[in-house]
Structure formats: C-alpha cells, structure tokens
C-alpha cells in the first residue's frame, strides 16, 4: 500500500459531518445518558483499576482520558469505553511480570496495533468469531474476575500464587486462619444490594449507593476494613518516561494480547449496541481506530489498557443515548468527580469494591444462553467448556485461540463429510439394448458434489481406488464447489491409480477457478494431451461410446 493510500486510508477513519450532526439532535437527552452512565462507571473504574494492580488512580485515569478519545474517535454513537474485566484479567500477569511501567509500555504498543488493524480493514471479520468462543471465554471471564476478588472479599492483603484461581485459594486458607468476617459481610451486602435492587428497581444505581452506604458505616464505626489510600486531585501530568524501545520485543506477545482483545470486546459491544437500537449500525474499522487512539492517550497520564464496555455501553442505550456526545459527557462527568472528591473516594473499603465486581461477575453470565448452547450440538458444547476452561487455567488468548482452532476442526469436518463421490447413471439417449448394456457394464460416472479439499480428500481417494470391473470412467466436476492444493493432488493421484490399472478417466464440466489450480499444479496434463479433458459431460459420454466401439484409441 502506498503512502498516499495510507493517508486517504487514515483520513476516512477520522469523524465526520454525520457524527456532528447526531450530536445536534438531542443534546439534553445525550448530556443525561452520559451523566447516568458516568455515575455506574465510577464504583467499576475505581475497582477494575485495583485489580489490575496500578491502583484505582489508574482506573479513573482510563475512564477519563480512554473514554473521551475513543468517544471522539470510534467508530459507534452509543460505545462507552474505559477499564474493563477483561482487560484486567490479561494485565495482571503483565503487571506481576514487567511492573507498572511494562503495563503502560503493552498500551501503546497495543494502540499501534489497533490502528494497524484499523488501516487494513480487519474490523469486518469479528463476526466470524464462533458464537460458543464468544460465550465460552466470557463466562471465563466473569468466573475469573470472581477469583481475582476473593482476597479483598475476605480482607487478606498478602495472598500469593501463580494464577488467579490459586491466589484465591490461598486467601481462603490465609482466612481460614485469620477469618475477618467484616470484609466478607460487606463484599456480600454490596453484591446483593446489586443483584436484588437491579431486579426490583433497574433505573436506581445500587452499586454508587452501596459503596456510599459501605463508606459511610466504615468512617462512623470502627471497623476493621482496608480502603483505597490517596488519590490527586485531578489527572496526573502526562509523561512518556515509561517508554522503553528496547523492551517492545519482550513485551510485544502481551501486546498482541491486549490488543486482541481490545479488538474483540470493542467490537462485540458495538454489535450489541447496534442490536439494542434502530437505525444504529457502527464501522468496526473505525471503532478500532478510536480504541488505538484511546490506548495510546491513557498511557501518558498513567492509565491502563482500555477497551468498550458491553455493561456501561448497554446503560448509555438505556438512559436514551443517541450520539457520541453521551459517552463524551461520561468521560467530563468522571473528570470532575476525580477533581472535586479525590479525598473522599480514597475512603471507600476495598471490600465494597469487591461486592461491586462480584455482583457484575453474576450479571456477566447468560445461564439460559449457556444452557442452550451446551444442548445444541456436541461440538458447540465442546467448544464452550474447552474455551471456558482455559480461560480460566490459563488466560483469555489462550482460551480464544483453542477455542476458534477446536471450532474450524469440527466446521472443517462437517464440511468435509459433505463431499460427496455419487455414482449417476448415463443417458440412454435412443441406443439398443444391447449397446445399454455394454455402457451399464463398462462406463461409469461419477459426480462429485461439495469442496474436495484436505479435509475431504482423503475420503475421494479410498472411494475413487475401489472402482472395479469397468473400462471408462467420468469424473464430473461441474459441482466441485472448493479445489484446493491438496484436492488436486488426491485427484491427480487417483486418477495416475485407476490408468495405471487400465481404466482410462475422462474429466467433464471443470469451472474456470479450478481449471487454473489443475493446471497450474500439473494435475490431468497427460488427459489433457490425450483429449480426455471436456467440457461437459454429454461430450464425455459420446466419447466413452466411440472408445467402447473402438473408433477411438487411447
């Protein structure tokens, strides 16, 4: 691609008149959306930053700085970005591995590679992502961040281990020892304040007034619960100190992660977004575009990797949002909030947090849609508890990339049974009964139907090699649907079997695209000198006549 290609490329990712004009429609009802939106995003911001290990600082940073740019610049009205589960599930190893300064490192590098991803028009092809993937490692997900705040639920400040599930445990052993039953009860009071409070009144923000409630009984009651610690008031300066060329090596496979996954969240929550509404459709290259802008601005003022919100995008449609001015109001309303109560939301117990996450991990989980899945075929069960389990073994990419390899199998397999050698009878045209029997007993046609390509070829070569007793066969093509290099071979490879034993093969009806792969890998080029090669099959038949007669000599 040349540079000018690339610049008009980069110009048509950038906003446009259409994005201006949505925000001239309905300014009052945006500006309330994005209020409401930021008043949810703030107890999440707070606790998606402490668990990714920079801080809660680091999650407001995020909410901010992330979610205005990609607000500005993505390619949806309605998306709200900032700190996400999910992303924290993939930073905390990156965290424990390269330190704070690794973390903001893998968000530019990420950045870059979203923006790439943007310029290459790569947006589209997040809806070939399997459906059982996508609920798999969700669940996964919703199950790891559960894990990951077992320790502040049980007030345990120095559990180790590996993996998340194995710091759990041992904050349940180290609790077993030391049980602080405060921490415990406020995590689950803030978690069923949540999940019952939604059900009766969905419109009341239960989790702000849990942690507000929790803060206030921590500050009036000597209570034995670890809080946030200080925070600075407002945003922090920017500074690209952290950045480190000679680390992109090492960092670059986390990377590659979260920029994965930045990719596949943003736009998941696009299309969710665009099915809860009418008229709403996204550009997925230029909601890509916006996350790696977003990802390169939040590290510079210390934020984390950030991506679009499923949970925070689903509010923003419900609150009546109808352009990007709402999540943009989000983002100015979460501002304020760091600037005018830093000291106050440096009081809220950890614990609280932990109730907030663990009632969005319960929320996370679709048990119908689950269910459904599991019973709907073999492999769609096999894929969802393959990609469930490693994500929460082992991680997210991981788990996506097992669970797309174990889907392609299994499509590849149905495909490939699909193929079929069917044997078809020849037109009798007026001939004598006599000359019907020589074709019936001599000549045979077959056509194959569907792709005959690697997963399929093996099954045409057995089927092809145990034609006996005849002198003629036909090989029609016209309903190949997919060649491939391997198909060819198999062909070419059968066809060199059933000559080598004297039967001479004729070939009909082959298309112009397969024609090329035949030709171009030598396969048939002895039948083609031989003038066995024909255009369709009634020319292959007349000919088969002629050899049977002996008019023709091969």
Known sequence: ????????????????????????????????????????????????????????????????????????????????????????????????????????????????????????????????????????????????????????????????????????????????VHPRPVALAVALGVAALMLLGARFRPGVPFSLLGVAVTTVLAETLPLDLARIGALPQGLPAPSLGFLDPGAVGVLLPSALAVAALAALESLLSATVADGMTVGQRHDPDRELFGQGLAN????????????????????????????????LTHAVALAAIVLAAAPLVGRIPLAALAGVLLATTVRMIEAGSLWALARATRGDALVLVLTFVVTVAWDLVTAVAVGVAVAVVIALRAVARSARLEQVPLDRGE??????????????????????????????????????????????????????????????????????????????????????????LGVADELRRDGLVFPDTPAAIAHARELLRGTVTT
């Open 431 to 520: 001939h004598s009964a006599e000359e019907h029997a020589l074709l019936a007993e001599h000549i045979v046609a077959y056509r194959l139907d569907g792709p005959l390509f690697f997963a399929a070829a093996h099954t045409f070569l057995l089927e092809l090699s145990e034609v006996a007793d005849v002198r003629v066969v036909i090989l029609r093509m016209s309903r190949v649907s997919a060649l491939d290099a391997t198909g060819a071979h198999v062909l070419g490879d059968a066809i060199g079997r059933l000559r080598g034993r004297g039967i001479t093969v004729l070939l009909s009806g082959i298309t112009p695209d397969h024609d090329q792969v035949l030709s171009t």
């Open 296 to 327: 390169l601005a939040a590290p510079v003022f210390g934020g984390i990797p950030a991506t679009a919100a499923i949970a925070r995008t689903a509010v923003n449609v419900r609150a009546g949002a109808a352009s990007k001015l709402a999540a």
């Open 1 to 176: 691609m040349s540079i000018a290609a690339v610049a008009d490329r980069f110009l048509g990712l950038l906003p446009d008149r259409a994005d201006w004009q949505a925000v001239r429609r309905s300014p009052r009802r945006d500006l309330a959306a994005g209020l409401t939106v930021a008043v949810v995003a703030l107890p999440l911001a707070l606790a998606f930053g402490v668990t990714s290990g920079l801080g809660a600082q680091a999650g407001l940073v995020t909410a901010v700085v992330a979610g205005a740019v990609a607000a500005v610049f993505g390619g949806s009205h309605l998306q709200v970005s900032g700190p996400t589960g999910a992303m924290t599930v993939v930073l905390v190893p990156v965290v424990q591995q390269f330190g704070p300064t690794g973390v903001l490192m893998v968000g530019v590098l990420a950045g870059l590679l979203l923006i790439a991803l943007a310029l290459a028009r790569l947006g589209r092809y997040v809806r070939y992502l399997p459906t059982p993937v996508i609920e798999g490692f969700t669940a996964g997900i919703a199950v790891v961040i559960a894990l990951q705040q077992v320790p502040a639920a049980l007030g345990v400040t120095d559990a180790h281990g590996d993996r998340v599930w194995a710091v759990a445990a041992d904050a349940v052993a180290r609790f077993a």
